[in-house]
């Protein structure tokens, strides 16, 4: 992993959060050394309002239940991300 991934990884993060007009964004870095060796992020933005406590890890917690998001929502995120990277 070269020290050019970070950076990356938070140029992204930046993305999202302007894109997503989101106060807190989770960032997760998941991998593993075996077989396929691979690492790779999730960036969840969080709806303005969501407590602290239930920041963090919490989010990722599968008694909270998943949302349910549009495709036309996603693909719309989609888009703005893809606008921010070209300027």
Do not use: K
């Amino acid at each position: 992993m070269t020290n050019r991934v970070p950076w990356q990884t938070d140029a992204y993060l930046d993305l999202v959060r302007r894109a997503c007009s989101h106060r807190s964004t989770i960032a997760s870095t998941l991998g593993s050394q075996q077989g396929n060796r691979h690492v790779h992020w999730h960036l969840a933005p969080l709806p303005p309002g969501v407590p602290y406590e239930q920041q963090q890890t919490a989010v990722f917690d599968p008694e909270r239940g998943y949302l349910e998001v549009p495709d036309d929502d996603v693909a719309d995120l989609a888009r703005r991300v893809g606008e921010l990277m070209a300027d």
